[in-house]
């Protein structure tokens, strides 16, 4: 009696422990599935997001052929600027170094290629860098994006405001002789809005941290003082 007892307790712990063993090769095989679905479905999503992403920007006109900045001259050595409009380290910089980017591009020594990005708009209560970059994009297809660069840092609001209203954006661009109807439709329609995001964002995959950035084909400069500037490009044209 206690032998066929035994043996049918043995069976029992066989059949649970069969049980289990399927139990779990099912939630393995779930498991997995899931995974794989997440992964399908990451797939896809970052293929439409990546392929959307990078074909919805508008490039102004005079921007380079990566459409990444606006570009100045035609010199042989090439000067990149990442600027910030509510940054107050680089309206300093245009204070002192802008006077001596203008003269080299004047002697056709170097060709300035102004990146406006938007790094700033967790200083700002309404994303005044990405809507003072996307109007400068406008003040360049009205041929002033220069004119209206300095004018803009010129009348820099501080950090940690709401910035500069959309109008007064508007106003600016009139000052330096852009049309108000095309140039404030061009603002209030955000027309180079995805066009910052984009110049932005490649700012960043070049490993730009902070602004003012400054570059004499390629490579940084630390202390981009005017001195220091006509030293790059005189090296970087030999």
């Known amino acids: 009696m206690s032998s066929r007892k035994g043996q049918r307790d043995a069976a ?4 649970e422990q069969l049980a289990r063993e399927r139990r779990r090769r099912r939630t393995i ?25 990078s074909d919805s920007f508008t490039t102004p006109p005079g921007a380079n052929a990566a459409g990444t900045g606006i570009v100045t001259g035609g ?8 600027e910030d409009f509510l940054c107050p380290a680089c309206k300093q910089f245009e ?10 591009v004047a002697e056709n020594k170097a060709k300035v290629v102004y990146h406006p990005v938007a790094y700033l708009n967790r200083f700002s209560t309404t994303d005044y860098s990405t809507r003072s970059s996307a109007a400068s994009g406008c003040a360049a297809a009205g041929g002033k994006y220069h004119e209206y660069a300095k004018a803009l840092f010129a009348q820099q609001p501080p950090e940690g405001s709401a910035g500069l209203t959309d109008d007064k954006l508007i106003d600016i661009g009139t000052s330096v002789g852009l049309d108000r109807g095309s140039f404030g439709s061009c603002v209030k329609d955000k027309t180079y809005r995805t066009w910052t995001e984009h ?5 960043s995959q ?24 006509t030293a790059a490009v005189a090296a970087a044209g030999k």
């Open 12 to 15: 029992r712990v066989v059949r």
């Open 29 to 53: 095989w779930v498991s997995a599935a899931a995974v794989l679905v997440l992964v399908i479905a990451g797939g896809i999503g970052w293929a439409v997001w990546s392929s959307q992403r």
């Open 75 to 82: 010199g042989p050595v090439t000067v990149d600027v990442y």
């Open 95 to 104: 204070q002192t170094s802008g006077s001596t980017l203008e003269q080299l």
């Open 199 to 203: 110049v932005t964002e490649d700012a």
């Open 206 to 229: 070049s490993n730009v941290t902070g602004t003012p950035t400054v570059k004499v084909n390629g490579q940084p400069v630390e202390n981009p003082t005017p001195d220091a500037l």
